[in-house]
Each structure stands twice: as structure tokens, then as C-alpha cells.
């Protein structure tokens, strides 16, 4: 009797809670509900709060208008009043997608007609949302740290879905907020050329990066964050971003947007003037592949053009590019980016506090020809970057070719490609910020360029080592400096030693793995060899854009 008694209690209380919750079921342990609606001013959201993982969800809230019709190619602008409650529930739609070059020579040596591909959209120009994770049931005004995603991708793919901000707050130990935001990617974020600068927005990508952080500032704390401890994040072209953000402005945004960069994998291919040679190049070849060739107004042509005879150019031109290079790509736009990057890093202006930089042991692997690779140096360099003369080829040739352990022209090709466009940026960024830099090498094998991802969100993608005391010591440590601005202000079990500043290469933290599958965290120096190389590079900058 008393079993039965309590059962029926059971199911009242039961009842009583689905009740304040009309929209939960019971599927699995406990199902997800709605969570209290945020007013942005121009809209308002409801989220979804799971029991399981104990975080709260909003998808797909909008950051900025669509950038459609007259704004194409403009900056972003602030949304539009939306009236009713806009449930935040789905993911939201993918900016259009392009893929990485594929030809054996580079289309930019030499005037060329690139050959035109047909492609299945499968995105939307309506892309500007941004999706965010709370710890727990949404505490509006409760001040929490804040981490903002920017997803990789060479400029031209990628989403802020494709992973799921609740692995970082999983790992934040739910001591952060993780917003993931998108941005306009290829022909319509990063188009160069005069004709932009004169009746649109260069950049647009970025600047749509930018406005999102904005966002941030206004509006995270209705979803308890404080938005005087953002921190930024991203890979490869997401770290590329959160470089270009660092140096925007000549290094000095104000107000400021963040106090902590985070970088996995730093991305800084050419950067050329918005009018150099190249980027005017890309845009005659835009206006070509899209019929607006003998347009009085080029610009308003490509305004007018159907979305699905853009992204086919798209496609195009970037397939066609060089292989393992990515053509639309942020220029100098003498505003928002004021000058070439090294330049403004090697002044040591910089926004942010503080910097933890990770980078990947065969960074270059991945876009270097495996199946045709390389036979001969000169030939490889002289393709990667178009601009230079033959002295300066040599010169990196010279440097690549007496490096003992690069064998063949491959493995020195790989060398090139990781150095000159991954990994010297990130020492350049290092120095830049003196004694408030931390550096890190992902070496686990085949530790090529993305592999770290794993790492941070193995619900994706679970870790091929997948060893719970490196995940912990390697992510951990990035959330850390969200947290508190200390990557040894841990708040799990972690592995020993502590990080130290880098100061000039004296020490890095390495994650690796041995022989018998044991986890490597340990402290080395950074090789003398390979700075020296880093060196060159940086002697170059003026002529490789960078």
C-alpha cells in the first residue's frame, strides 16, 4: 500500500512538472525543455534548456540582416524588428560553400581563363546567425566568462555548426558561455578589388566577425555572460581570423571586444592590397564567369546576379586555384585592416591581453599533393607564391634543401607550406605579445593540420588517441585562459608540468604520444633551426603579402 502510495505521488509530482514545461516529453532520462525567452530589442528568442548535459541552447539567432539584394557585398547591418517569440531550436543555414584550389600550377602566374563548374547549392546567402551554449538553466546577469568560436575553413567552407559548443563547456567545467558564430566565406565575404572599396565593403567576412563580436558586447549578458571576459578562439582560418582581429585597426579597436585570443593552427596566406594585381584579377574573373563583363556597373551586376551563378563562380575559381591554396582570402583594406599583418606585429600593437597558440607538427601535409607530390623545390615555390622573383625562390630553396631532416623535395614542400603559412605566423604573434604568450605543439602522430580538433570536440568527432589524461591536460588548458587568463588555473586532474611564457622560443608545451601509448605532456625549447627559417619568412613578408 505504501509503494503504491508513493508511485502515485511519484506521477503527480511528475505531472506537476511537465505542466510548467509544455514542451518536454519523457524521451530518454529526461527530456529537453524551453527556456525563458531573451528580448534582444529587435527580437525576441527561446531556446531549449537539456537535462542530459545540463546546458542551455539557443541556435540560429540572427546578428545582422540578411546580406542580400543591395547589401550584398556591403557590411553587415543590425537586424530588423521581428515581432512574436522566434524559437532558437534549429541550426541554422550554412553561408555558401567553395573548396580549396586543385591545379598543378598556379592561374595567377599569368593571365588564364579559369574553366567554369557547375555546383549543387545545398547553402543559403541568409547566413548571419550565431548559435550559444550556457552552462546549465539560463541565468541572465550571473557573469560568466565568455568563449566565441570562429570556424576554419580557408575563408570559403566551414559553419559554426559543424561542432558543438557544449564539448567547451563540458570542458570549461561549465564555468563558460561558448557562442559559435558564422560568416560570409569566398566570392561574397572576401571579393577584392577597387570596385568594392568604392561602392561596397572589403572584407565582409571579417567585418560580419566583427559585428558578431559587437553582438557579444550588447547582448551576452541577457544569457549570463560578462562581456568584459571574451575571450576568442578558432582554427586554422578561424585562428587566421582571430589574428586579423588582433591586428585590426593598426591593433588598437576601441572599445575592445576581447581580452584573450586563443589560436590553433594560425592561418596567414598572401594578404595583398585590395588593388594589388591578383585581387583585381580575381575580380575581372568574378564579373567574367557571372556574364557582367560589359555591365556599366560591375558591382551592381553582381548585386543582380542569381545566388546560384555566383557560388558556380565560386566554385570555380577557387577549384581552379593552385593546389592546397585558397584564393578569396582578406585583403589590406586601409580601414579595418590598415596594413600588412607582420608589419603591425612586428610594431607589438596588438588587441587583447594575452595569447595561447597551438600549433600542429606537419601543418603543411594536408595541402601539398600526396598523390602527385612534388619532385623539385624550385618549381613548388616558384608556383606558391606568384609574386616573387627568382633570387627569393632560391633563397627559400637554399633554406629548405640544406635542412637535414627534409629528404626529398616532398617533405620540403610540406616544410614550406607549414612554415611560411601556419607556423612562423604564430611565432611572428608570439613575439608580438612579449611575456603575456604561452605556445603549444599538438605532435600526437600523424599530428597533421586539423587533427587537434579532435581534442576539442570529440562528441563530432571522438580522438583516434583517445586518452582522457591528454584530452583533459591539452583542451583543458585553452578553457583555462577563457576562464581566468591562466592556462595552469586548471579545475580538473591534470598532467604535470605547468605551461611557462614563451618568451623567444625558451619554452613550449608539447602533447604527444609514445611508442607504448603513453601520454607526452612535457616542456621542450623551440628548435633554433626552425626559427631561423621563421626568420627568413619574416624577412620576406614584404614580398610573399603577409
Not at 556591403?74 to 522566434?86: C, D, H, N, S
Not at 548571419?128 to 568563449?147: D, E, M
Not at 593598426?250 to 571586444?257: A, D, K, S, W
Not at 608540468?497 to 623567444?504: G, T, Y
Amino acid at each position: 500500500m505504501l509503494a503504491m502510495l508513493a508511485n502515485v505521488i511519484q506521477v503527480l509530482v511528475l505531472a506537476k512538472l511537465i505542466s510548467a514545461f509544455p514542451s518536454a516529453s519523457l524521451e530518454g532520462r529526461w527530456a529537453n525543455v524551453s527556456t525563458p525567452v531573451v528580448d534582444l530589442g529587435y527580437a525576441q528568442y527561446q531556446g531549449t534548456f537539456d537535462y542530459d548535459a545540463n546546458i542551455s541552447y539557443f541556435y540560429g539567432v540572427r546578428y545582422a540582416q540578411a546580406p542580400t539584394g543591395d547589401l550584398r557585398f556591403q557590411a553587415p547591418q543590425t537586424p530588423t524588428t521581428t515581432t512574436g517569440v522566434q524559437q532558437a531550436t534549429a541550426l541554422p543555414n550554412q553561408c555558401y560553400q567553395a573548396t580549396s584550389g586543385n591545379s598543378s600550377t598556379n592561374p595567377y602566374r599569368a593571365t588564364s581563363t579559369l574553366e567554369k563548374r557547375a555546383v549543387t547549392l545545398t547553402q543559403d546567402e541568409d547566413c548571419l546567425f550565431l548559435n550559444i551554449y550556457t552552462p546549465g538553466q539560463l541565468q541572465p546577469g550571473a557573469g560568466l566568462p565568455v568563449l566565441v568560436w570562429i570556424h576554419g575553413g580557408g575563408y570559403l567552407a566551414g559553419s559554426a555548426s559543424i561542432y558543438t559548443g557544449q564539448d567547451l563547456v563540458k570542458e570549461s567545467d561549465y564555468g563558460v558561455i561558448t557562442v559559435t558564430i558564422q560568416y560570409r566565406l569566398g566570392i561574397l565575404g572576401f571579393l577584392p578589388g577597387s570596385e568594392v572599396k568604392a561602392n561596397g565593403s572589403l572584407n565582409a567576412g571579417l567585418l560580419d566577425q566583427n559585428f558578431a563580436l559587437q553582438w557579444v558586447q550588447e547582448n551576452i549578458a541577457s544569457f549570463g555572460g560578462d562581456p568584459a571576459q571574451v575571450t576568442i578562439w578558432g582554427e586554422s582560418a578561424g585562428a587566421g581570423s582571430v589574428l586579423q582581429h588582433i591586428v585590426a585597426h593598426g591593433g588598437e579597436t576601441e572599445p575592445p571586444l576581447f581580452r584573450a585570443a586563443l589560436t590553433s593552427s594560425t592561418f596567414l596566406p598572401f594578404q595583398y592590397y585590395y588593388n594589388d594585381t591578383i585581387p583585381e584579377a580575381l575580380f575581372s574573373e568574378t564579373i567574367a564567369q557571372t556574364n557582367c563583363t560589359n555591365a556599366t556597373d560591375a558591382l551592381a551586376c553582381l548585386r543582380a546576379a542569381d545566388a546560384s551563378t555566383l557560388q558556380a563562380a565560386n566554385y570555380a575559381i577557387n577549384l581552379a586555384g593552385f593546389f592546397g591554396t585558397f584564393v578569396f582570402v582578406p585583403v589590406i583594406d586601409g580601414t579595418f585592416i590598415v596594413e600588412r599583418p607582420t608589419v603591425t606585429l612586428e610594431r607589438r600593437r596588438v588587441n587583447g591581453e594575452m595569447l595561447l597558440a597551438v600549433t600542429n607538427s606537419y601543418e603543411g601535409w594536408n595541402f601539398v599533393n600526396s598523390v602527385t607530390p612534388p619532385t623539385n623545390l624550385t618549381n613548388y615555390v616558384t608556383e606558391l607564391f606568384p609574386l616573387i622573383n627568382e633570387t627569393t625562390v632560391q633563397a627559400i630553396v637554399q633554406a629548405y634543401e640544406s635542412a637535414p631532416e627534409l629528404t626529398n623535395a616532398s617533405a620540403q614542400a610540406i616544410a614550406v607550406q607549414g612554415e611560411s603559412i601556419f607556423i612562423c605566423p604564430t611565432y611572428l604573434l608570439m613575439e608580438a605579445f612579449g611575456d603575456n604568450a604561452y605556445k603549444g605543439e599538438f605532435a600526437v602522430p600523424p599530428a597533421h593540420h586539423g587533427q587537434d580538433i579532435q581534442y576539442y570536440f570529440p562528441t563530432s568527432n571522438p580522438p583516434v588517441y583517445n586518452n582522457s589524461d591528454l584530452i583533459t591536460s591539452f583542451s583543458q588548458s585553452f578553457l583555462s585562459v577563457a576562464r581566468s587568463l591562466n592556462p595552469n588555473d586548471k579545475f580538473f586532474t591534470d598532467l604535470k608540468p605547468e605551461w611557462d611564457v614563451w618568451q623567444n622560443g625558451t619554452t613550449e608545451m608539447l602533447f604527444n604520444v609514445t611508442a607504448a601509448g603513453e601520454p607526452v605532456v612535457n616542456t621542450t625549447t623551440t628548435d633554433p633551426a626552425l626559427l631561423e627559417r621563421c626568420a627568413l619568412w619574416q624577412s620576406l613578408s614584404s614580398l610573399t603579402y603577409q
